[in-house]
């Protein structure tokens, strides 16, 4: 399938995100141990906010490993909060506008997994767009679909339970076409204030996600590790696959769970699908 992480918390080079970590993004679009696929490299996009209101992307069908441009820009852009995708396509076309993050005004999506069946259930799936938000679809996937059933559902108000009713959406339609796992799913998504990060799956087996400890308990945990005292307390990382080992420093997200990070203390809670009423 695909590959992703989600950072938040003091401003950082996308380098040292991207790149950095032994077991970066990067290393993982040629060398993921979690994944599907140990090669992702249909295509990377990444998505950050800074100086304005609406988040910048930059996305490539080119695989992230030998993409220049990438790795110039990661080396001058700095943000605080970050999402970036490497795609391992699940049948649709390698073109720009199918790469995660997916924008819609300040929001930033991304999927990893799959609809089941998707060419079945793909016409009831667009037909629920909120007709106002349907010309803005401008790839071929079922995870920009999925995005903009949820912003249908209510996404800016309210994510998580957006998210839910897309679900259970999701799988009410899978079911009447005799789907039987409608959907496979992690996601991130950001209003670039805070962060939702969402690990279900229909058959109850869903792709790996891993978030980081407190930066607190790592510095208390590694003295040694000096990048720990330039992170702020509230950093974050939401992965796929750990970028690294050093002990203690990645957790998994419990299946059927979401979890939310914000200023103050973050939130896990459990995830439950309901169709929109």
């Not at 970590?21 to 992702?40: C, F, R, V, W, Y």
């Not at 220049?68 to 852009?77: G, T």
């Not at 420093?249 to 459990?270: C, F, I, K, M």
Request: glycine residues 8%; proline residues 6%.
């Amino acid at each position: 399938m695909c590959r992703w992480l989600a950072y938040s918390g003091s401003p950082v080079l996308l380098e040292d995100l991207l790149y950095t970590p032994k077991h970066s993004l990067i290393d993982q679009s040629l060398h993921s141990t979690m994944g599907a696929e140990t090669t992702n490299g249909d295509g990377f996009g990444v998505g950050w906010y800074g100086a304005r209101e609406t988040p910048g992307t930059f996305h490539s069908v080119e695989p992230a490993w030998s993409d220049r441009n990438l790795r110039d820009l990661a080396a001058h852009i700095s943000s605080p909060l970050v999402l970036a995708h490497i795609r391992a396509t699940s049948g649709s076309p390698v073109q720009q506008t199918n790469c995660h993050p997916f924008r819609h005004g300040r929001w930033l999506w991304m999927h990893n997994g799959l609809i089941g069946e998707f060419s079945r259930v793909k016409r009831d799936l667009v037909l629920a767009i909120d007709p106002a938000l349907y010309p803005r679809l401008e790839g071929s996937t079922d995870s920009e679909v999925f995005f903009y059933l949820a912003l249908t559902l209510g996404l800016e108000d309210d994510p998580a339970s957006a998210v839910e009713r897309a679900v259970g959406l999701i799988e009410q339609v899978g079911r009447s076409h005799r789907v039987e796992h409608p959907i496979q799913m992690t996601v991130a998504t950001s209003d670039g204030r805070s962060l939702w990060a969402f690990r279900y799956s229909s058959e109850g087996r869903s792709r790996s996600l891993f978030y980081s400890t407190r930066v607190d308990t790592l510095r208390e945990q590694h003295p040694e590790v000096a990048a720990l005292q330039k992170l702020s307390d509230e950093s974050r990382l939401v992965v796929s696959e750990p970028l690294g080992d050093l002990a203690g420093a990645w957790n998994e997200v419990p299946e059927s769970h979401y979890g939310v990070v914000h200023a103050g203390q973050d939130e896990l809670r459990t995830f439950t699908p309901r169709p929109p009423g």
